[in-house]
């Protein structure tokens, strides 16, 4: 298991090397082309309800997807965290005003405030149908390099025991975050897809 959390620490090392050498203007741009493909993407077509992070700066931006999601009436959810556990809700955006109106935490993530309970919970309600992923690594097989905090996978769990069962889970990632094997153990969650730009 300590080998496990070494080879794990070796690798966010790493990647959060490669991906923060990025530009500003790279990453927009990478950014980009992953939109473009998502929205082309049939799983995201037909989904009502999607769950979307709100991008920190070395995670692909999700912004141009909000818009989108938010413009083509599906149904919008954003994580909130509890600081000091594992646990993690998906509560639905209103608007883009209301996005900007979101505040801060400490971790420099925007997510609705502990006390705003007006917020429809997504698994409280009609479930999911796809949840963009993201993360620090990934490999085409699947695995996931988190940030070593487990909300994403103790959130999959959770969904698999909702009447709609587990969503179809996308990752969002640069070039620079794609690893050759990402060492896992059996609380990894396998992604079904990654999305980057490929030499197509």
Not at 48 to 62: K, N
């Amino acid at each position: 298991m300590a080998t496990m959390r070494a080879a794990k620490q070796a690798l966010r090392k790493e990647i959060k090397r490669r991906v923060a050498a990025l530009s500003e203007q790279e990453k927009l741009r990478q950014s980009s082309v992953v939109s473009q493909k998502l929205f082309r993407h049939p799983k995201y077509v037909a989904c009502q309800r999607i769950a979307v992070f709100l991008s920190m700066d070395d995670e692909v931006r999700t912004q141009q997807i909000i818009s989108d999601v938010l413009g083509t009436g599906k149904r919008c959810f954003i994580p909130r965290y509890e600081h000091g556990s594992n646990h993690m809700d998906m509560l639905k955006l209103n608007s883009l005003q209301d996005m900007a109106t979101l505040p801060v935490t400490s971790w420099n993530i925007q997510q609705p405030d502990h006390s705003d309970h007006s917020r429809e919970e997504a698994l409280a309600a009609g479930g999911l149908d796809l949840i963009l992923m993201p993360g620090l690594g990934f490999d085409l097989s699947g695995k996931r390099l988190g940030r070593g905090k487990g909300f994403y996978d103790t959130y999959l769990e959770r969904c698999r025991r909702h009447p709609k069962g587990k969503p179809y889970t996308i990752a969002l990632a640069f070039k620079e975050q794609l690893c050759q094997d990402i060492p896992v153990d059996d609380n990894d969650v396998l992604i079904d897809e990654v999305l980057y730009e490929d030499e197509q």
